[in-house]
C-alpha cells in the first residue's frame, strides 16, 4: 500500500536550517511529481512546493522561495525540503503528498512537525 | 497575488443539503485550475474528495460532487452526516506552476 513518512521535524532557532524528508513507498515514485504541503498551529493548508515526476520543474510558493529547496532522489524514493533562514512564520506541520493529477493530491503522510523559536 | 476564497464557516442540518464554494479575489474559476477538495478533521492529514472538478476520488460516497456553479468551483453535500462535520479546502491550479489553497471552510453539522 502507499505510504508517506514524514522526518525530520523538531524545533529550530530563527535564522537557523532544517531538512526534512520524505520516505515514499508501495508506488512507483518516480512516476509522480510530489509536494510539499504546510498548516501552521490552527490555521490552513498552505502549499510550499512540488518537484515533478521527471525532474524537469520544481516550484515554491512566493513566502519560501530563495529560502526553501525541494529535491528528490528516485533511486531512494525519497522526497526533501531544505529549509533555510526559517523564521516564526515557517512553524507549521509539514505534509508530503503525491499528485495524481494536477493537484489530485491522493495520498498524504501523516506531517511532522517544525517550530522555529528561540 | 492570487487569493483563493472559502466561507469560513457554515453550518448543516442532518440530512440536509449544503454547497461551498471556492472562487478566485480577481476572475472566474474555470476547469482549467483543476479544482479540487480536501476534507480534514483535527489532527488528521487532509483527504481527497474531488479533483478535475467534479470527480470523486476512490472511495468517497457519491453524497460528495463537485462541479462549477457561475464563477466559483462547488462541493456539494447531499444528506450531511454528522462525521461530515470538517474543515473543507479546495485547491487551484494557477498555471506556471502555482498550486494555491483556499482559506478552508468550518462545517458544522447540527
Same mark, same amino acid.
Given at each position: 500500500?502507499?505510504?508517506l513518512?514524514? &522526518?525530520?521535524? #523538531?524545533?529550530?532557532?530563527?535564522? =537557523? ?10 508506488? !512507483? ?6 509536494h510539499w504541503v504546510r498548516q501552521?498551529?490552527?490555521k490552513g493548508l498552505e502549499w ?14 512566493? &513566502?519560501?522561495? #530563495?529560502?526553501?529547496?525541494?529535491? =528528490? ?10 529549509? !533555510? ?7 507549521a506541520v509539514y505534509y508530503c503528498t503525491r499528485d495524481?493529477?494536477?493537484v489530485h493530491f491522493d495520498y498524504w503522510g501523516q506531517g ?7 | ?35 479540487s477538495w480536501y476534507q480534514q478533521t483535527p489532527g488528521q492529514a487532509p483527504r481527497s474528495l474531488i479533483y ?5 476520488s476512490?472511495?468517497v ?14 462541493l ?10 470538517s474543515d473543507y479546502y479546495c485547491v ?7 498550486v494555491?489553497f483556499g482559506?478552508g471552510t ?5
Amino acid at each position: 500500500q502507499v505510504q508517506l513518512v514524514e &522526518s525530520g521535524g #523538531g524545533v529550530v532557532q530563527p535564522g =537557523r536550517s532544517l531538512r526534512l524528508s520524505c520516505a515514499a513507498s508501495g508506488f !512507483t515514485f518516480s512516476s509522480y511529481t510530489m509536494h510539499w504541503v504546510r498548516q501552521a498551529p490552527g490555521k490552513g493548508l498552505e502549499w510550499v512546493a512540488y518537484f515533478s515526476y521527471d525532474g524537469t520543474n520544481k516550484y515554491y510558493a512566493d &513566502s519560501v522561495k #530563495g529560502r526553501f529547496t525541494i529535491s =528528490r532522489d528516485n533511486s531512494k524514493n525519497t522526497l526533501s525540503l531544505q529549509m !533555510t533562514s526559517l523564521r516564526a512564520e515557517d512553524t507549521a506541520v509539514y505534509y508530503c503528498t503525491r499528485d495524481r493529477q494536477v493537484v489530485h493530491f491522493d495520498y498524504w503522510g501523516q506531517g511532522t512537525l517544525v517550530t522555529v523559536s528561540s | 497575488q492570487t487569493v483563493v476564497t472559502q466561507e469560513p464557516s457554515f453550518s448543516v442540518s442532518p440530512g440536509g443539503t449544503v454547497t461551498l464554494t471556492c472562487g478566485l479575489s480577481s476572475g472566474s474559476v474555470s476547469g482549467s485550475h483543476y479544482p479540487s477538495w480536501y476534507q480534514q478533521t483535527p489532527g488528521q492529514a487532509p483527504r481527497s474528495l474531488i479533483y478535475s472538478t467534479n470527480t470523486r476520488s476512490s472511495g468517497v460516497p457519491d453524497r460528495f460532487s463537485g462541479s462549477i456553479l457561475g464563477n466559483k468551483a462547488a462541493l456539494t453535500i447531499t444528506g450531511a452526516q454528522a462525521d461530515d462535520e470538517s474543515d473543507y479546502y479546495c485547491v487551484l491550479y494557477m498555471g506556471s506552476g502555482i498550486v494555491v489553497f483556499g482559506g478552508g471552510t468550518k462545517l458544522t453539522v447540527l
